[in-house]
């Protein structure tokens, strides 16, 4: 059973870049035809994906997020992150990380997730 | 983006009782290889979601069958044949044919 667990700072500034890394146990990163994503949730609970990794380092984003949005692979520790620059209050939700094969629809195995607020 | 709508927003069931959920996206969902790409989740409150179903009628791993899933082309259901108190949340439906999108999610409660 894959297992994803989120870090990284809870609280940003405005304008500033917020940074979460995804440590992922019990598979390989770089498993055949695995996709690892970050999604969050805003108070409430709309669900916005933000974007995906490929195993091989393939990436593909969310149209409204792409131009601020970054995800890398860090092989040798079998993890994956998340930048989002130029951050504002509309960026404070519970992000998570997910990943999952196509043949099931990508997304299969969250993270608990960690809560990021923006503020000053 | 294609737009995933659910209906009902708010279901009150009664337990033993079945359960359907709707939703419709804007375009179709089959993708160029042959696949149609809907899930559904189902989202305790303080918990991540997790996947009920994957393409269309498919339940992942450990799903209870009184969970299925129907539908083709661009309108889908979920169904709970007996609800059971376990079954409370929020249920999503959710693309991943083209880029990934969400439905605005169905809360299910006891009556």
């Known amino acids: 059973q894959v297992q994803l667990e989120e870090s990284g700072p809870g609280l940003v500034r405005p304008s500033q870049t917020l940074a979460l890394t995804c440590t992922v146990s019990?598979?390989?990163?770089?498993?055949?035809?695995?996709?690892w994503s970050w999604i969050r949730q805003h108070p409430g609970r709309d669900l916005e994906w933000i974007g995906y990794?490929?195993?091989?380092?393939?990436?593909f984003y969310n149209p409204s997020l792409r131009s601020r949005a970054t995800i890398s692979l860090d092989t040798s520790k079998n993890q994956f992150s998340l930048k989002l620059t130029s951050v504002t209050a509309a960026d404070t939700a519970m992000y998570y990380c997910?990943?999952?094969?196509?043949?099931?629809?990508?997304?299969?195995?969250w993270g608990q997730g960690t809560l990021v607020t923006v503020s000053s | 983006d294609i737009v995933m709508t659910q209906t009902p927003l708010s279901s009150p069931v009664t337990l033993g009782q079945p359960a359907s959920i709707s939703c419709r996206s804007s375009?179709?969902?089959?993708?160029?290889?042959?696949?149609?790409?809907l899930s559904w989740l189902h989202q305790r409150p303080g918990q991540p979601p997790r996947l009920l179903i994957y393409?269309?009628?498919n339940r992942f791993s450990g799903v209870p069958d009184r969970f299925s899933g129907s539908g083709a082309g661009t309108d889908f259901t979920l169904k709970i044949s007996r609800v059971e108190a376990e079954d409370v949340g929020v249920y999503y439906c959710?693309?991943?044919?083209?880029?990934?999108?969400f439905g605005q999610g169905t809360k299910v409660e006891i009556k």
């Open positions: 997910v990943g999952g094969g196509n043949n099931y629809g990508l997304i299969v195995y």
């Open positions: 019990g598979d390989s990163i770089t498993s055949d035809d695995y996709y």
């Open positions: 990794i490929y195993y091989s380092g393939g990436t």
């Open positions: 375009q179709s969902l089959v993708h160029t290889d042959g696949n149609t790409y």
């Open positions: 393409t269309i009628s």
């Open positions: 959710m693309q991943a044919t083209q880029s990934v999108t």
